[in-house]
């Protein structure tokens, strides 16, 4: 798998520019945590790849650049949607669609109805669909499918428990550095431009493994000792796209991440 995704030339130069990006516009307190959102934007254009899909939470107080962030990852993503406060329906269209959806804290702080919460929590597993019957004078039931990539602002500590466990969360600070406040439109168009051919190659050329047999021969040790399935299944789509030369941080991170759970649960 390793020397077919370096079949694609253009990516180790791709990857490199796509984290510039993010570094220009957004500061976070992790260095690694660049190159787990660079990893999320490629697995974000191909999500046909994917079973399991990674929710990003941005979390932190007022005036720490969540809704900032939401807007830099929406310029580059694939078949984005920015939305601040929609109805359950309008929600369940726009991710019926196959967008990619961002969902800014004013809808998770104040109006997470337990419509979205189930939405939310069902979407991140591929076949995932919610079936809703409107009282719209038919009274006819619809199905829509909820699966996808989804990126969230917000605070932790109002996100449910359930929600939280499907998102990586990035936390978030007030800036130290000057960073860009602006999308540099232009910079994005090129960028997406050269995503859409990463995504053409990736879906004719990028193998998956679907057994377990499968994943053992590529995962190195740092996810084979992560004793969390959510863990893993938040990862292993960063860990699968990430360019060769940058896998190795992606593991590490997730090992991070394993390992802060586990101190979480010990703490009383």
């Known amino acids: 798998m390793s020397n077919s995704i370096q079949q694609f030339e253009e990516k180790p130069q791709l990857w490199t520019d796509i984290k510039a990006y993010l570094q220009n516009h957004i500061e976070l307190t992790d260095e690694r945590q660049y190159d787990v959102l660079t990893a999320w934007i490629f697995a974000d254009w191909i999500p046909e790849k994917w079973d399991t899909v990674p929710y990003l939470l941005f979390s932190g107080s007022k005036n720490t650049g969540k809704t900032h962030s939401l807007s830099i990852l929406q310029s580059i993503s694939y078949q984005s949607q920015v939305t601040v406060a929609p109805s359950f329906r309008t929600l369940l269209h726009m991710l019926d669609s196959g967008c990619t959806l961002f969902l800014d ?68 600070m007030q800036n130290t550095r000057d960073v860009e406040m602006f999308v540099d439109e232009e910079q994005a168009r090129t960028l997406r431009a050269r995503l859409l051919q990463w995504r053409l190659w990736a879906l004719q050329n990028l193998t ?32 699968l796209a990430a360019d060769d030369t940058e896998k190795q941080v992606i593991a590490e991170y997730a090992q991070s991440v394993y390992h802060s759970s586990q101190n979480e649960v010990k703490t009383p």
């Open 105 to 172: 804290e004013t809808a998770v702080g104040r109006q997470l109805i337990p419509q979205f919460i189930t939405c939310l929590n069902a979407g991140y597993k591929r076949g995932s669909s919610i079936i809703i019957r409107f009282n719209s004078g038919t009274n006819s039931i619809e199905k829509f499918n909820v699966f996808g990539f989804k990126a969230i602002a917000g605070n932790s500590k109002k996100i449910p428990a359930a929600l939280e466990s499907r998102c990586i969360t990035v936390h978030m």
């Open 208 to 239: 998956i493994p679907r057994t377990n047999k499968d994943l053992l021969q590529v995962l190195p040790k740092e996810f084979q000792e992560i004793l969390n399935n959510r863990i893993i299944e938040l990862f292993l789509p960063l860990y």
